[in-house]
């Protein structure tokens, strides 16, 4: 079994009995941690420091830090305009609790709620999930930082009744986007120090236009946030409809990692104190690794099934052997040109941030990965 995780204390509110419940207990053991109040932990004190940003320019923003990570699709998709078909929705991608609750994939899914509860500018941070890729940089649970600001009507009023094309070309609309970026660009300024900056234009169904923020990071450009103009419908779906503004979230693992230097994604989990006692609020501090233990190379080959989901297998892995797995990685695609059937071979990097690992214990759980692979459908070569 798993031997790198904490309680599972939350199991029976997250794995409840119902046929779309796609959560495992090592999913459910992460749900409520915390990590972005902690004042003395690298999320939290990033979190804390983008707040201080947004209260020194305006000290009206509200700030919302602990609402309930379970969500339903009304708030997570509908009320943001994400489509019913859309990829993100779909069970491979997401964890869903029931058909119609889930853990949130981002904190937009509270946007509408706070927007038709009256407030115009707010800030909100919380723990969202998503089912993807194991790497340094993924892990299933992650934090997010959102943004709100609404403008005045009378800022606005000079748009009303035109046609999206209008409106999309207003001066208004304009106003609304040079604000958000001069608000994130003194953002990165106060997280980097001066940097360089680079906007492009991007897409997310609740705000038009659309942008992506990159800053240019010791030679490197990083994408650090997306953004936008809300997107009318989602502001009449939320009953203001009269009014305009903008939304912003952003990743603080990403930030994170980039500003103390943490190399791996799960470092930010561990209990372990060479990690914990290295931070301190309201510092940002270089992180100094302890000593890197080696890793433990492992392939796995398979004919797969027609219809394999990729990230079933990957957190069949994690189910396993926890934190242990740093990364899993498709090393060769075969196709049989007589039967038509595919095979794929992944290499799995298994390694402990805290201890050596012997060869003996990473075969056996390599081996109950080999055996529970066949309940996936995949025919183990
Ligand atoms: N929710 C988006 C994401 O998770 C980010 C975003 C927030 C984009 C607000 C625009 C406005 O990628």
């Known amino acids: 079994g798993t031997t790198e995780s904490s309680s599972y204390a939350n199991v029976d509110r997250y794995c409840v009995d119902h046929p779309n419940n796609n959560i495992p207990n090592h999913i459910a053991a992460l749900v409520g941690r915390g990590l972005h109040t902690k004042e003395d932990h690298p999320i939290g004190i990033i979190r804390s420091k983008i707040q201080d940003y947004f209260i020194a320019q305006d000290s009206e923003y509200k700030i919302f830090d602990g609402e309930d990570p379970i969500v339903t699709t009304t708030q997570c998709f509908d009320d943001l305009r994400i489509n019913p078909d859309h990829p993100g929705r779909s069970p491979s991608d997401t964890y869903y609790i029931t058909d ?49 600001k609404l403008f005045p009507s009378a800022d ?87 009014r305009r503004g903008w939304a912003f979230g952003l990743g603080l693992e990403r930030l994170a990692m980039i500003l103390f230097k943490i190399p791996d994604i799960r470092l930010f989990w561990s209990d372990d104190t060479r990690f914990s006692k290295q931070f301190s609020a309201g510092k940002i501090t270089t992180f100094k690794p302890y ?37 899993m990685e498709l090393t060769d695609t075969f196709t049989n040109p007589k039967t038509n059937k595919t095979s794929k071979c992944y290499r799995i990097t298994y390694r402990s941030m805290d201890r050596s690992l012997t060869d003996d214990e990473i075969n056996v759980l390599q081996n109950d990965l080999r055996v529970q692979s066949e309940t996936l459908g995949l025919e183990v070569r």
């Open 156 to 242: 606005v009023d000079g748009a009303k009744g035109l046609s999206k094309e209008e409106w999309l070309a207003s001066p208004e609309c304009k106003m609304i986007a040079d604000d958000l970026k001069e608000t994130l660009e003194g953002l990165m300024d106060h997280l980097f120090g001066p940097v360089e900056k680079k906007w492009s234009d991007d897409f997310f169904p609740f705000t038009e236009p659309s942008f992506e923020c990159e800053i240019l990071y010791e030679g490197e450009w990083l994408e650090v946030l997306g953004c936008g103009v809300i997107h009318s419908e989602v502001l009449e779906m939320a009953d203001r409809g009269d």
């Open 291 to 327: 000593s890197k233990y080696p890793p433990v190379f492992k392939d796995i080959a398979f004919w797969l099934p027609e219809d394999f989901v990729e990230n079933d297998f990957f957190e069949m892995a994690r189910g396993i052997a926890g934190d242990l797995v740093e990364r």
């Open 100 to 148: 119609e609750t889930l853990l949130r994939t981002h904190t937009s899914a509270h946007q509408s709620m706070h927007l038709r509860d009256g407030y115009e500018k707010f800030l909100c941070a919380g723990d969202v999930y998503r089912r993807d890729e194991i790497d340094s940089s993924h892990y299933p649970a992650f934090h997010q930082l959102e943004g709100v």
